[in-house]
């Protein structure tokens, strides 16, 4: 295929902090930095996250949000504090002109010296109702299916603030991000859809898991551990 050239990227990185309203410690507050970083197999040079039981690693080495959903965010829950720069949903890499609609899992991308390959979305957790102080901001995140994606790294290199991604490769073109949050959580127990998900090597395992035991059970996981609990 053509290689297809993409915005900007700001690089954004974080340590593990305290989550304020909360005894835990997460790396979702992230800032935008000036300089190059080497990007390894499981993220970026500098970066943490608290919690590696649910994040970071290979599958989720890369989050990116785009930038596009902060303005209908703020439509909806106004001038929050975590909506007023790039980071607020701990996204190490942000765009303008880039969603869940145009990025399908597979889709291989070029940046600076590494390349990157779409992995899965993103399954918003409890955290995120801390960060913007609303408790069921997780819920909102994923019904919106606003919830941004994870690369894996296939060629570890440099990435500096301002290169741009380059589409390179498409190997699940149909399976778009948009297409599985709604086969996984709206359309939840559509049997092709899920035989299809189940089948599709390219999505991290986890996902194709769910898919399975939908598939074997009958039923659909419950998610309110992770989308309402706290610590």
Known sequence: MTAAAFPA???LIG?????????AQSGIDKRPV????PLGP????????????????????????????????RADLGDVPALAAPGGFGENISTLGLSE???AVGDTFRLGGAVLQVS?????????NHRFGQPDMARRVQ??????????VLQPGTVAPGDRLERIDRLAPDWTLRRLWHALYVD???????????????LAEGWRKYAVRRLESGRVEDWSARLDGTA
């Open 9 to 11: 990227i700001t690089l």
């Open 15 to 23: 340590p593990a902090r305290p989550l304020p309203g909360s005894r």
């Open 34 to 37: 000036a300089q190059p970083l």
């Open 42 to 73: 499981e993220g970026f040079a500098g970066d943490e996250q608290a919690d590696r039981r649910v994040h970071g690693g290979i599958e989720k080495a890369v989050h990116h949000y785009p930038l596009d959903h902060y303005a209908l965010w």
């Open 101 to 103: 609609q145009d990025i």
């Open 120 to 128: 899965q979305g993103r399954q918003p957790c409890w955290k995120l």
């Open 143 to 152: 019904q919106t299916g606003r919830t941004g994606w994870y690369y894996r």
């Open 188 to 202: 939840r127990l559509n049997r092709p859809e899920l035989e299809g998900i189940a089948a599709l090597d390219v």
